[in-house]
């Protein structure tokens, strides 16, 4: 059974930082690129940054370009997301999710995604 547990979510301040953990199970991991999804209150999931198996290719979403960065362990089974100079516009629950893609290609498209985390939720306030 696969699953994508996500963790390292709460609260924190406009500035601040977090780091989300995937930690991904019951599948084989390096076969897999890794994407980072959030959904705010009323609104769609949107992409946020993913990652190729491999780890050498990144995409990102252009509203967080430069604050975050995503990496992945393949020896964990584990990707991370660094989020640095977090925003009230940051508040979301964040999902990673998983594609199995061709080396070296990544896709920003939620339907492309096989497998779902449940989410961790960040919530960037004063």
């Known amino acids: 059974q696969v699953q994508l547990v996500e963790s390292g979510g709460g609260s924190v301040q406009p500035g601040g930082s977090l780091r989300l953990s995937c930690a991904a199970s019951?599948?084989?991991?390096?076969?897999?690129?890794i994407g980072w999804f959030r959904q705010a209150p009323g609104k769609e999931r949107e992409f946020v940054q993913a990652?190729?198996?491999?780890?050498?290719?990144?995409a990102s979403a252009d509203s967080v370009k430069g604050r975050f960065t995503i990496s992945r362990d393949n020896a964990k089974n584990t990707v991370y997301l660094q989020m640095n100079s977090l925003k009230p516009d940051d508040t979301a629950v964040y999902y990673c999710?998983?594609?199995?893609?061709?080396?070296?290609?990544?896709?920003?498209?939620?339907?492309?995604?096989?497998?779902w985390g449940r989410g961790t939720q960040v919530t960037v306030s004063s």
């Open positions: 999710a998983a594609d199995s893609k061709p080396l070296g290609m990544i896709s920003i498209s939620i339907s492309a995604y096989d497998y």
């Open positions: 019951g599948l084989t991991f390096t076969r897999y690129s």
């Open positions: 990652i190729s198996r491999g780890g050498s290719r990144t």
